[in-house]
């Protein structure tokens, strides 16, 4: 899947509902992002599910939820109504502890933790601009997840700018550690990718 601009426009939530019917359009500080085909491949497929279950089991009769994509998350820069926000992403998959967060459109506000599947076509785009956009909106922890690599990034949010970044192996098990409690098993994950 590749990512291209839709336009030269400065956009806000209240354009993006009316022109983004497709998953995986995204809009950052305005500007209009269209995913293109073809579609992921199997592998990120596959981690993102594995991910998402491992997540969503750890979070059992916890007040946290994990979501995956596609699901829309407005970052407001400030108190702007909904359809004034003009950064709207849509993470691989993410874990939201304040469900004062959630409505019916996804969610309004920074997730606890994201996770993102690095693939050829976009890794640029989420190394660069979504990881500042995250930045910016104050999201504690985020995953960059390298399946050729088969290595991890994790950035760590101190004093509002994430700090130097820690590359892993995707082996044992790794916390989550702007979630207690919630970690992933890279071995297991691993072995469920075909």
């Known amino acids: 899947m590749t990512l291209r601009q839709r336009d030269t426009q400065h956009h806000t939530y209240g354009d ?8 995986g359009n995204e809009l950052i500080n305005g500007t209009a992002y269209i995913r293109e085909p073809p579609a ?7 981690i993102v599910i594995e991910l998402s279950r491992q997540v969503a089991n750890a979070l059992q009769g916890k007040r946290c939820r994990a979501y995956a994509a596609p699901f829309d998350v407005r970052l407001p820069k400030a108190a702007e109504s909904d359809d004034q926000i003009d950064t709207v992403v ?9 469900c004062a967060k959630l409505d019916e459109r996804g969610m309004r506000g920074a997730p606890d933790w994201v ?3 690095l693939s050829p076509t976009t890794a640029s785009h989420d190394q660069f601009v979504k990881l500042s956009a ?5 999201v504690p922890e985020v995953w960059l997840i390298h399946p050729t690599d088969r290595t991890l990034i994790i950035y760590r949010l101190e004093a509002g700018r994430y700090t130097r970044s820690t590359v892993l192996e995707l082996k044992g098990q790794t916390p989550i550690n702007a979630v207690p409690g919630v970690s ?7 072995a469920n990718i075909t």
């Open 16 to 23: 993006y509902v009316t022109w983004s019917g497709d998953c």
């Open 40 to 46: 992921p491949s199997r592998a990120h497929q596959e």
């Open 90 to 98: 849509q993470p691989d998959v993410l874990i939201v502890c304040d």
């Open 115 to 117: 996770a993102e599947v």
């Open 134 to 138: 995250y930045e910016h909106a104050d």
């Open 184 to 190: 992933i098993d890279w071995d297991r994950l691993i």
